[in-house]
Nanobody
């Protein structure tokens, strides 16, 4: 079994910063691409940022220059540093990871999400 657990969500004022973490645990052989997605009320889930196992990031246009995705492969942990937050960044943020398990099965895992609320 593999679990992804997000943390770091909460209430923040516009212009503020927040750091999200996502810890992967369980029967993991290796972790490939990881990413952050978000879903605002009444909207579809959207990509925020992804990062390869080698550390190459890609960002949605809406967060470029404000958010930074990073990972610690030794800890199987993904991060999202969010700066200059805007009310439109309010959403549940989900962690996603492509993981090869100890049983050599390649699966796509999701965390349960962490809510970020940005007040104006």
């Amino acid at each position: 079994q593999v679990q992804l657990v997000e943390s770091g969500g909460g209430l923040v004022q516009a212009g503020g910063s927040r750091r999200l973490s996502c810890a992967a645990s369980g029967s993991i052989f290796s972790t490939n691409a990881m990413g952050w997605y978000r879903q605002a009320p009444g909207k579809q889930r959207e990509l925020v940022a992804v990062i390869t196992s080698g550390g190459s990031p890609n960002y949605a246009d809406s967060v470029k220059g404000r958010f930074t995705i990073s990972r610690d492969n030794a800890k199987n942990t993904l991060y999202l540093q969010m700066n200059s937050l805007k009310p439109e960044d309010t959403a549940v943020y989900y962690c996603n990871a492509h993981i090869i398990t100890s049983s050599s099965v390649w699966l796509n895992y999701w965390g349960k999400g962490t809510l970020v609320t940005v007040s104006s």
